[in-house]
């Protein structure tokens, strides 16, 4: 299974009370599932969100609870719980959300991305271009947030071969990324990374290396040398070296990957 390579949104912290008697506490639970998602301790995060759930499983708490329970699972690899609180969380933004609330976007984006790792791609596109209609009309179609469901789209419509379409996409985030953050943001040059690669796929590989290759130094200046990021834009630029037979770099590349990663876990 080919896992995203973005994580599935989380919800907003509620404001609204819940019905049980201490909503405020329950509160301060999903703050701090919040951060414990961020340090990856799922165990303790689902544990503070199921119980969540269970004392607010139909209003407003309990739809925050399953989208982060989504974003919790897909991060697991777990596409069963992932799809299962994906659709919960959907039903309740419908129900309890007006139809273009951003919280309804965020629903949609992350069954989106479980329908598409799961080869729902029918599905997985309608409801991206369903989360992006929301967020342009609520945010403008030059808000960072517009750019990250580009982005998800693009995706699809790489691994689907669709590569104009694909290309397309990413420019455009690219631009609101620039625009909006600046041309150095990690979010701008994450873009551009991916930009690179649909280029390779598309066989312009001077292209794909000279894009590729500036973004990787880039992001490796930002972020550092290690992360999920910077290893997914070495890989970019790796591609594009063996299509043009410097395959010695990319094999030294795809190994500082491996070492790096091994040594991250």
């Known amino acids: 299974m080919k896992w ?27 703050i701090l599932a919040s951060v414990y998602l961020d340090q990856r301790r799922f165990a303790e995060a689902e544990t503070l969100l199921t119980a969540a759930l ?13 989208i982060d329970l989504t974003s919790a699972a897909i991060r697991q690899e777990d596409c069963v719980q992932a799809e299962k609180h994906a659709r919960l969380a959907l039903a309740s933004a419908r129900r309890l959300l007006p139809p273009s609330h951003p919280t309804l976007a965020i629903a949609l984006n992350n069954l989106a991305q479980v329908c598409r790792l799961t080869g729902n791609y029918l599905e997985a596109e309608r409801s991206y271009r369903q989360a992006l209609e929301i967020w342009e009309s609520v945010l403008g179609p030059s808000h960072p947030d517009v750019a990250h469901g ?4 693009a995706a699809l419509c790489h691994e689907r071969g669709r590569e104009p379409g694909a290309e397309q996409l990413y420019r455009r985030a690219v631009a609101i990324f620039d625009q ?54 070495m890989v970019n630029y790796a ?15 795809l190994t500082r990957i491996h070492q790096s990663v091994t040594a991250f876990r």
């Not at 580009?150 to 789209?153: A, D, I, K, Q, Y």
């Not at 591609?239 to 590349?253: F, I, K």
């Open 4 to 30: 995203s390579r973005r994580p599935a949104r989380r919800a907003p912290t509620p404001h609204r009370s819940s019905t049980t008697s201490s909503p405020q506490r329950i509160i301060n639970s999903l």
């Open 54 to 66: 269970r004392a607010d499983p139909e209003e407003t708490i309990g739809m925050t609870a399953d």
């Open 150 to 153: 580009l982005m998800n789209l």
């Open 180 to 233: 909006a953050l600046g041309p150095e943001s990690p979010d701008a040059l994450v873009a551009r990374s991916e930009l690179a690669d649909v280029l390779r796929a598309e066989r312009r590989y001077t292209e794909a290396e000279r894009t590729g290759g500036a973004t990787m130094a880039s992001l490796e200046k930002s972020l550092g040398p290690e992360g999920p990021r910077v290893w997914r834009a």
């Open 239 to 253: 591609r594009p070296l063996r299509e043009t037979r410097r395959a010695q770099e990319a094999e030294a590349l």
